[in-house]
């Protein structure tokens, strides 16, 4: 599970995030929407440790990110909006490099049976990824998660520049990751996809969590 107490990040005198209180329990989906500077980024760098709170502190299965920024990069998986990963490797030895720094050593067969899970075509394993489509690289960025057996899924503006069956197929994956019991927590501004996926969404506007609701109450019209 996710949790922050009294998250609170200034960049010099300007104040980014005021008082974040959040909670996504294990098989949750949150979907945390807002505009351009409303502060999501900020949350994301935080839990991931790339950038200190001002005060407050996040917790990553109940382990301080403050205190153990090392410790937490174990249980998460991050996909940032732009999958980072090697264009000239093809996906499996992707998949192969970020494995062994998490310290697992897979054989072939448990590699293509990750990334079999999915969904990615098996045609493409062995392609470099320089020439997968967004949602391609994005399906390896969750094989990554499933094989590090990544308890908290960070995810950024998944859904931007998918078409439609990529997306239907990326919600199926994290529904999927729900299901296992893990925790995803994602920043978007697809609203549309929030309320599918999500089981809570959260609206933030300049620092502050605005909205924190289950998705079944949510209107999109408060947005
Ligand atoms: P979002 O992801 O919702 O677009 P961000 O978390 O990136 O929002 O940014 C929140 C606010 O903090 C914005 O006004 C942004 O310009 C500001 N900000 C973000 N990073 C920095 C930084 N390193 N230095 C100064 N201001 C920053
Ligand atoms: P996003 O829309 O995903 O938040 P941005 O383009 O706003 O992305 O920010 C990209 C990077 O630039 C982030 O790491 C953010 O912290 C940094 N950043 C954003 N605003 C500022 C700012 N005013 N000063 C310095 N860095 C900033």
Redesign the pocket.
Known sequence: MLKTIQLHKK??D?T?LQSLDLEVGKGEIYALL??????????I?ILLGLIKATSGDAFINNISVKDHPQEIKKHLAYIPETVLLYPNLSGIENLDFFSQIAGFNYTKDELAAFLKRTGLQESAYYKDLGGYSKGMRQKVGIAIALAKDAKVLLLDEPTSGLDPIATAEFTEIVRQFGKEGRTVFM?THDIFNAVNVATHIGI?KQ?ELIQNLPSKNFSAEEV
């Open positions: 960049y010099n300007f980014a807002g505009q351009n500077g409303a502060g999501k980024s900020t949350t760098n920043a933030m620092g």
